[in-house]
């Protein structure tokens, strides 16, 4: 049973228009959520967090949105750039646990084209 | 600030073999997780070592078994290698006295059983 779900693969956008990454999640106590970044032949990068006492955070060009009543997440990136291209994972877990055990989506792939 | 370092990049095994990986930790940090990525697949927790023990565990069986070494650098040792255990393995650091600090990733050691 996978808790953290990003259930497209794959998506592809034009440069300068709106990137929007979907995470949904099961487990309630969940509570602290992440998006990490990964290049090829690189390890994740953390990119943006959000806690469930907020349903927005940003940083730069980068949001997050959280619906906790949906279990469900977004990342937006506005303007897209070329240099986002990577695959994004999503992270999520519960009150007072550590960041070591985080549990990670699929990830989804950018591909932000020129 | 030193980032979080893996050996070696690249393992070729044979199945019943064993395999050990090692990471250096980000300074500053305390705590080491160990993460599988399989093929497609986002990175699943294995276990987490503070102060030298294990604390927190993951769905892998005992033959994954672990060290952290008073420099807070670690091992992850693989006994009985299974083809399934074929996988990139992560290594992360971060600070378990920092509210809700994000992982940092090595690179990764690109395991191959064959």
């Known amino acids: 049973d996978q808790q953290v779900k990003q259930n497209s693969p794959s998506l592809s956008v034009q440069e300068g228009r709106i990137s929007i990454l979907n995470c949904d999640y099961t487990?309630?106590?969940?509570?602290?959520f992440l998006w990490y970044k990964k290049y090829p032949a690189e390890g994740p990068t953390f990119l943006i967090s959000?806690?469930?006492?907020?349903d927005k955070n940003e940083d730069g060009r980068f949001t997050v949105f959280l619906n906790k009543s949906a279990k469900h997440l977004s990342l937006h990136i506005v303007p897209s750039q070329p240099g986002d291209s990577a695959v994004y994972f999503c992270?999520?877990?519960?009150?007072?646990?550590?960041?070591?055990?985080?549990?990670f989506g699929d990830g989804t792939t950018l591909t932000v084209k020129p | 600030e030193t980032g979080v370092t893996q050996s070696p990049t690249h393992l070729i095994k044979t199945r019943g073999q064993q395999v050990t990986l090692r990471c250096s930790s980000q300074?500053?940090?305390?705590?080491v997780s160990w993460y599988q990525q399989a093929l497609g697949q986002g990175p699943q927790f294995i276990f987490q070592?503070?102060?030298?023990?294990?604390?927190g565990r993951g769905n892998f069986p005992p033959r994954f078994s672990g060290l952290q070494f008073p420099n807070y650098s670690s091992e992850l040792n693989v006994n009985a290698l299974e083809l399934d255990d074929s996988a990139l393995y992560l290594c992360?650091?971060?600070?378990?006295?920092?509210?809700?600090?994000?992982?940092?990733f090595g690179n990764g050691t690109r395991l191959t059983v064959t």
């Open positions: 992360a650091s971060s600070s378990i006295d920092v509210n809700n600090s994000p992982l940092h």
């Open positions: 487990n309630s106590m969940f509570d602290y």
């Open positions: 959000i806690s469930s006492i907020k």
């Open positions: 992270a999520a877990r519960g009150y007072n646990t550590n960041a070591g055990k985080s549990t």
């Open positions: 300074s500053g940090h305390n705590t």
């Open positions: 070592y503070y102060r030298e023990e294990e604390n």
